[in-house]
């Protein structure tokens, strides 16, 4: 799933002028960011 989500994210990014490798790096913060938290979530259990 996660892929599929990049390269969605990718191929929009890039009809608006975004650079690729711009838009893999915020996506993968965003997406670490998550893990983060749902960690958070899991451990307080």
């Given at each position: 799933?996660?892929?599929?989500?990049?390269?969605?994210?990718?191929?929009?990014?890039?009809q608006?002028?975004?650079?690729?490798?711009?838009?893999?790096?915020?996506?993968?913060?965003?997406?670490?960011?998550?893990?983060?938290?749902?960690?958070?979530?899991?451990?307080?259990?």
């Amino acid at each position: 799933r996660w892929k599929e989500v990049l390269e969605k994210m990718t191929a929009e990014g890039k009809q608006e002028n975004l650079g690729e490798e711009f838009i893999v790096r915020l996506f993968r913060a965003i997406h670490q960011e998550s893990i983060s938290h749902q960690e958070k979530i899991i451990n307080k259990q």
